[in-house]
């Protein structure tokens, strides 16, 4: 039931490559600018940053197709730039403002869009697994062939309602993908002092659910193994577990001072691994780009960024009335069936 | 010496039940764990059996007799050596039930579901006065009514709204092969189909997250709690994923479905299953909480909630599952949320409660009556939205205000409705509000205990007689 990862041989196109540099930076850069602006006091709160695990949401997506869900925990911002929310939107909603996602009213944790079926940014740790296997339970009740990407780090791992949901996804075979994003730390507790076993993927095995480790740092490992478990779930074969290996560079929130690892261990990370890093080389080792190219890539990001960032400013803070609105639906928001 | 074999209760509420099918005959050699005969309750049919060894001497209870009363005889069991020639007088069989209970056949005994259209007489201790007038009436005059109970008009209300959206779905603990717990989703599985009548394994916390994700995705689920007890574990994905989402995804996605369930003390059950949850969800924002009395609210208020684009938590009561009221024959009848329902009318005090708590407003109401007490009797139905302009209303004409519910006292509903009339009325009150609830206490096993941690009528009566000073 459990298999590990066989052999990999990139097969990228240039083109691909060069897509996946440019969204895997763009999650970087706007994570840069959001942990500058929360120093600047224009985002309050807790902000969890996504920066070295940016291969992990770009290489899943880019296996997705339209009607496809994703649903994640409160380290979010790089799951709603992947699915192609607006830069913008997420920024202003960092900053509470009326431009936000939520008009200011969910914050950093609490972002949706029904237009990408991005279903949040959940702040309670492991909430969103069984969400994401009701979204999957939906489509299968509908028969729509689509499928959810629930993400997960190893921390909620070990919330008991993760097997409480994978019991009843493998029972029902639904259409979910269970992503853990093993970054190897839950806030400060590394993965040995907190998980009994160090397999993560394996952890499906008592429920039949199939598993695999992948490389969370290489985004075209991540791509395969993500287009691999998407045919899993899109031939009805019930749910798909993928753990993949990563790493935050940050702390886990802008007020973790992370003293629970070393700076050698990050910086060797940063060095060795670095997923842009990697496809950089290719890029460039492969002559499918040249250091020009690359540059344009890297200041056309960058101003998307500073426009974020400005619209985060200047978009006003929501009126007093919002205050009331959205507690009571008076009619079913999502009256479209997907 | 025969030994009389009694009407066996068979479940925690049970007070009385049909001896649908004897298995045995006079004359018949039983050993312990014999089956003797099919009992149906009000939630199952049981198969009941034989404690001792001997020979059935007499039949004292007929096969298809309703309402018999719990250790009322039965049979008489002969041991060796008697014969049933030598029996003394066998009590008469005519004392099996009640004194106007008529040996009716039960029809087929397979079928556990209480005859519709037979609803069994409320015993006459235990019945609620019939309302005295109805102000404000939720049907057209003149619309055909017949008697329900409570456990009849929920599981209409559900096939109902099924029929008229096929995104609606049940799922629970029992709810489908063994037909409900406390057979609400009665016969729901033989017409919908495991599609759409789900059995879950028991595991709260995943599948009310499960059932908050299928609404997220656009479905409308109503979940069953075996017991609201049990929601407790369930209860961060009603409160932070199902109530919190419309608000904290500025509109754009919530979750349109029904938490349904008995909740409060059932009977002998103790603490860990028997708590009233009414205080607590009526506190969220983003839920609307309903708790009927009746079976024609229970039924126009669940078919409203499943109808509700936002959570609904729903609030049941065992012991009212088995109680018989007047239900509108209306093809499409709904009751909606926020308006309270004015029982009685009166002019000496308002008596506000919900629920259960209604047994006693209106027990107590109808003894104070005879002490020359006029008491409005007013039943709130849904707690979330709270119809307050009606309580306020009542006040203004009555000046005096006891609340009845069986939850604890502090942070109770009454609490609430007694802070509304001070903000409110407080100029037209002769008198300090009154709260009767349950005792400040987990819910103990013992019967005298139990009967003494739970509101009472003549506590009801007792604050009324303080706040009208008499």
């Known amino acids: ?338 | 010496m025969a030994t009389e074999i009694l009407m066996p209760a068979l479940s925690p509420t049970m007070e009385e039940g049909t001896l649908a099918k004897w298995l045995v005959k006079e004359g018949d050699t039983v050993s312990s764990g014999d089956l003797l005969a099919e009992i149906e309750t009000d939630k199952a049919t049981m198969e009941f059996e034989a404690v001792d060894d001997g020979t059935i001497g007499k039949l004292l209870v007929d096969a298809g007799t309703q309402n018999v009363k719990v250790n009322t005889p039965i049979a008489l069991l002969l041991a060796e050596g008697e014969s049933a020639e030598t029996l003394p007088q066998a009590p008469e069989p005519a004392q099996a039930g009640d004194a106007d209970a008529k040996a009716v056949p039960a029809g087929d005994p397979a079928k556990s579901a209480p005859p519709s259209s037979k609803p069994a007489p409320p015993s006459p201790k235990s019945a609620p006065p019939s309302p005295k007038s109805a102000p404000v009436p939720d049907w057209p005059e003149g619309t055909m009514l017949r008697q329900q109970t409570v456990r009849e008009a929920l599981r209409d209300a559900m096939a109902e709204e099924m029929r008229a959206d096929d995104s609606v779905f049940l799922m629970g603990e029992e709810v489908a092969e063994y037909q409900g717990a406390y057979k609400i989703s009665q016969g729901l599985l033989d017409e919908f189909g495991s599609k759409r009548v789900i059995d879950t394994p028991i595991t709260e916390h995943g599948f009310a997250g499960v059932a908050v994700g299928a609404a997220f995705g656009g479905l409308r689920p109503i979940v069953e709690f075996m017991t609201f007890n049990f929601a407790m574990q369930a209860i961060d994905q009603i409160i932070n994923s199902a109530a919190k989402t419309l608000y904290m995804s500025g509109g754009q996605m919530g979750a349109p479905m029904v938490f349904r369930g008995p909740n409060g003390a059932a009977a002998r059950v103790a603490a860990q299953h028997s708590q009233d949850y009414a205080a607590w969800y009526m506190q969220i924002p983003g839920l609307k909480v309903a708790m009927p009395y009746s079976a024609s609210d229970a039924k126009g208020l669940l078919k409203s909630a499943i109808r509700d684009p936002n959570p609904v938590i729903f609030l049941e009561n065992e012991i009212l599952y088995g109680r018989s009221f007047d239900v509108p024959e209306l093809d499409d009848f709904t009751v909606p949320f926020g308006k309270a329902r004015i029982w009685q009318q009166g002019d000496d005090v308002t008596i506000v409660s919900f629920g259960i708590g209604m047994k006693y407003a209106l027990e107590a109401a109808e003894k104070l009556a005879g002490d020359g007490i006029s008491a409005e009797v007013i039943d709130l139905r849904t707690l979330r939205p709270m119809d307050t302009a009606t309580i306020v209303d009542s006040v203004m004409k009555t000046n005096r205000c006891v609340t009845v519910e069986e939850g604890w006292p502090q942070g109770s509903v009454g609490n609430y409705i007694s802070s509304v009339l001070m903000q409110e009325a407080f100029d037209y009150l002769d008198a300090p509000v009154i709260n009767c609830t349950g005792k400040d206490v987990p819910m103990p096993y013992a019967a005298n205990l139990e009967k003494h941690a739970l509101v009472t009528t003549d506590e009801v009566i007792a604050a009324v007689k303080q706040v009208t000073y008499r």
């Not at chain 1, 002092?193 to 480790?213: H, K, M, N, V």
């Open chain 1, 1 to 338: 039931m459990v298999t590990r990862k066989s052999t990999r041989k990139p097969n990228v196109s240039a083109e691909e490559l060069t897509t996946f540099y440019r969204e895997m930076l763009l999650i970087r850069r706007f994570e840069e600018k959001a942990g500058q602006l929360y120093g600047m006091g224009l985002i309050g709160g807790f902000c969890h940053l996504y920066i070295g695990q940016e291969a992990v949401v770009v290489g899943l997506e880019s296996v997705t197709e339209e009607g496809d869900k994703r649903i994640t925990s409160y380290r979010d911002h790089g799951h709603m730039l992947a699915c192609g929310m607006s830069p913008d939107g997420v920024m202003a909603e960092l900053t509470g403002r009326e431009g936000g996602y939520s008009k200011g009213k969910g914050g950093s944790m609490h972002m949706f869009s029904r237009e990408k079926h991005f279903y949040g940014g959940h702040g309670i740790v492991g909430a969103q697994v069984p969400i994401g296997a009701g979204l999957a339970f939906a489509d299968k009740y509908r028969e729509n062939g689509r499928v959810t990407f629930t993400y997960f780090g190893d921390g909620a791992s070990n919330q008991g309602q993760v097997y409480e949901t994978f019991n009843m996804a493998a029972l029902w075979q639904l259409p979910v993908v269970f992503v853990i994003e093993n970054n190897q730390y839950a806030m400060g507790t590394a993965q040995q002092r907190s998980t009994s076993t160090p397999d993560l993927y394996t952890r499906g095995a008592a429920f039949g659910i199939p598993g695999e480790i992948v490389d969370g740092m290489n985004v075209v490992s991540v791509r395969d193994a993500g287009a691999k478990a998407i045919a899993h779930c899109r031939a009805g074969k019930g749910p798909y577990i993928l753990e993949v290996k990563t790493y935050r560079y940050r702390g886990h929130s802008m007020s973790d001072p992370a003293k629970y690892r070393t700076r050698e261990e990050v910086q060797k990370m940063r060095e060795e691994r670095d997923p842009i890093e990697q496809v950089r080389s290719m890029l460039l080792t492969g002559k499918h780009a040249s250091e020009e190219d690359l540059k344009a890539i890297d200041k056309e990001i960058k101003s998307v960024i500073n426009a974020a960032a400005d619209f985060a400013k200047d978009s006003p803070e929501p009126s007093l009335d919002e205050l009331w609105t959205d507690i009571y639906a008076d009619a079913v928001p999502q009256n479209e069936v997907a």
